[in-house]
């Protein structure tokens, strides 16, 4: 499969403020405009759920799970392709809309310790889960990617909630439905209800951490990856962070995502 492509930076053009002239006519009407202005400016915007795909009458139940010969392959490709597809767990459904590569020789990937009691599922073959706490809080779920032996994996990092939304808040402990809900990658791993004896869990058989096929999206963004200072600025500058473009359920920082 052809490779990620590194990307360059794009700014983005500034849209120009166009003037126009006072209409003395409209001088009546000026403080009702403003007013219905004001008012569509505040009106609060319903966080974007990603489209499933056309209406089927298969169900979550009946919908294909991923092979494991999808995931052995390179992190770098395995990456963007989880986009969209769907984690799912008891009545718990997830669209992954953000994650992270990391590859061997990486100085940010945990990969780089070498194989120990904590490291050993990165080492193991791709399709299988690999979970940790970070700060000792934090359940991270990231999917392991390429060959047995080589130690690369993709971090899950955000998803938008397709079913399940009352266990997702229960576990979650937010009564809301806006994106602060799944936009970080201790949220992932508190919704689906895992610990870290989900470690190496196959996420290729049936029964209880699933990753279902899913819609390809129509456009990504791509840009540096969150919270590894510690690395090699060779590293720290990859753009091996991938999103799916136009949905508000990605984490922060948004303004390093840029598209390809």
């Known amino acids: 499969m052809k490779r990620t492509q590194r990307f360059k930076r794009v700014s983005k053009p500034k849209k120009s403020i166009p003037e126009t002239e006072p209409d003395e006519d409209s001088a009546a009407n000026r403080s009702t405009q403003l007013l219905k202005s004001i008012s569509t400016r505040v009106k609060p915007k319903r966080p974007k759920i990603l489209s499933l795909p056309p209406p089927t009458s298969l169900t979550f139940d009946q919908m294909t799970i991923l092979p494991r010969e999808f995931f052995q392959i390179d992190a770098l490709d395995l990456a963007p392709r989880l986009l969209g597809k769907f984690l799912k767990r008891d009545n718990v459904v997830l669209q992954i809309t953000e994650v992270e590569a990391y590859r061997p020789n990486d100085s940010a990937c945990h990969g780089r310790f070498g194989i120990t009691a904590r490291t050993a599922p990165v080492f193991g073959p791709g399709g299988h ?5 970070c700060y000792g809080l934090h359940t991270m779920l990231n999917v392991v990617a390429d060959k047995e032996g080589i130690g690369a994996a993709v971090l899950i990092r955000s998803c ?13 402990g937010q009564k809301t439905e806006k994106p602060a809900l799944l936009n970080g990658p201790g949220k992932i791993g508190q919704a689906l209800g895992i610990s870290r004896e989900w470690s ?9 951490l699933e990753l279902l096929d899913g ?3 129509e456009k990504i963004l791509v840009g540096p990856r969150v919270g590894i200072d510690y690395a090699l600025p060779e590293h720290v500058s990859a753009l091996w962070r991938f999103a799916i473009a ?14 390809p």
Do not use: C, F
């Not at 938008?160 to 979650?172: H, L, V, Y």
């Open 200 to 208: 190496n869990h196959p996420l290729h058989s049936p029964g209880g």
């Open 129 to 133: 889960a690999y979970v940790y706490l």
């Open 215 to 217: 819609p390809e999206p």
């Open 246 to 259: 136009g949905t508000a359920w990605i984490s922060a920082p948004k303004n390093t995502l840029r598209p």
């Open 160 to 172: 938008a909630p397709i079913s399940g939304m009352d266990t997702i808040q229960e576990r979650r």
